[in-house]
């Protein structure tokens, strides 16, 4: 009987919350605590993969892992905010864009921006600052002269931005 206008919807976990309702025929709470679940691992894995290239120090890993997915905005946020709580996806999007910047090859421009929708499909907020840490990444790597700008360059990162524009572009 409320409306939901005001609410912040969360595509992700309502997409993943039609098969749990419905094939598994799960009750809405159950569902809602999987997506919380799913989540608190998710993150935890993230950063772990994140920091494990970062550093390549396995205990680093897993300590920052604990760190990111047992944080207090964490815990602050899973009584409610569903969208909040969701931030899985930043560190998978930082490793992905880590990536593309080091490498420059195809295959991690499309698996940046498809991590970058599943930022989006979580909350519009950390899409945005992933779009702004991304930016700046690249800016300082250019400054830096750790990635140098040629042509090979140039069109993987186009591809990068075509495939947000067609991924991202529409929900927003």
Wanted: aromatic share 18%; hydrophobic share 55%.
């Amino acid at each position: 009987g409320d409306s939901l206008v005001p609410q912040t919807m969360n595509i992700f976990n309502g997409l993943i919350g039609i098969p749990l309702q419905n094939v598994l025929k799960m009750s809405l709470i159950e569902t809602v605590n999987t997506a919380v679940v799913f989540s608190f691992v998710m993150s935890g894995v993230t950063m772990f993969w994140f920091i494990q290239k970062l550093y390549g120090k396995y205990w680093v890993s897993v300590i920052a892992g604990c760190l990111y997915t047992f944080s207090t905005f964490h815990f602050a946020h899973a009584l409610g905010h569903l969208q909040l709580v969701s931030f899985e996806w930043i560190p998978l999007f930082l490793l992905a864009f880590w990536n593309l910047v080091e490498k420059v090859r195809y295959r991690d421009a499309v698996f940046s921006s498809l991590a970058l929708f599943l930022v989006l499909t979580t909350d519009y907020y950390y899409l945005l600052w992933c779009i702004f840490l991304g930016a700046a990444w690249f800016a300082w790597s250019v400054y830096k002269k750790k990635l140098k700008v040629s042509k090979h360059v140039l069109k993987v990162f186009a591809t990068f931005a075509g495939l947000c524009l067609v991924l991202v572009g529409p929900l927003m």
